[in-house]
T-cell receptor
């Protein structure tokens, strides 16, 4: 029962390097999300995909791109990493929106990314 | 715009006692949902409980209950009979109508002491 799987779990990059964080879910969910978590800031939405074939910006999209590869997979790319992007990144998935849905988002275990 | 406020400083609670974590929110949408998540030191996000804005009763899930006061825009989490494993950060989050995006508060730190 994997749920949401993120790879890698840890990564250290140098400023200017590029990297793609991978996320896959096996719950047949329509919607997927990328968050970052910084100390004292809670989780902030970077990008999300309401359904396969669509992506939208969240609260803090600058410096990131995403790809919804198929219904299972949603990747996050840092084209030119900066120290300000040092953070813990979480991928999440959920069923599609409906007015009275009580279904939560399910989270992966996170990727700890350090940029030197 | 949605806003979630969690302002309590870190809390110490005695094992077996109850603890209440405050969460206030601000939204202009009449239809919304409120979620609480637990994040232990290992880092994963664990869903605890959900309250819908149209729900007539306060949500309960085992030792977790939600004190939902809609007019005051508050959704406080109550953990009864605290256990050592309850030591964690707790996040309140809100989903507004029309999409599944969540807005998170900054969290409440709870430490349960024996």
């Amino acid at each position: 029962n994997a749920g949401v799987t993120q790879t890698p779990k840890f990564q250290v990059l140098k400023t200017g390097q590029s990297m793609t964080l991978q996320c896959a879910q096996d719950m047949n969910h329509n919607s997927m999300y990328w968050y970052r978590q910084d100390p004292g800031m809670g989780l902030r939405l970077i990008y999300y995909s309401a359904s396969e074939g669509t992506t939208d910006k969240g609260e803090v999209p600058n410096g990131y791109n995403v790809s919804r590869l198929n219904k299972r997979e949603f990747s996050l790319r840092l084209e030119s990493a900066a120290p300000s992007q040092t953070s813990v990144y979480f991928c999440a998935s959920s069923e599609g929106w409906s007015p009275y849905s009580n279904q939560p988002q399910h989270f992966g275990d996170g990727t700890r990314l350090s940029i030197l | 715009a949605q806003k979630i406020t969690q302002t309590q400083p870190g809390m110490f609670v005695q094992e077996k006692e109850a603890v209440t974590l405050d969460c206030t929110y601000d939204t202009s949408d009449p239809s919304y949902g409120l979620f609480w998540y637990k994040q232990p030191s290992s880092g994963e996000m664990i869903f605890l409980i959900y309250q819908g804005s149209y729900d007539q009763q306060n949500a309960t899930e085992g030792r977790y209950s939600l004190n939902f006061q809609k007019a005051r825009k508050s959704a406080n989490l109550v953990i009864s009979a605290s256990q050592l494993g309850d030591s964690a950060m707790y996040f309140c989050a809100m989903r507004a109508a029309g999409n599944n995006r969540l807005a998170f508060g900054k969290g409440n730190q709870v430490v349960v002491i024996p």
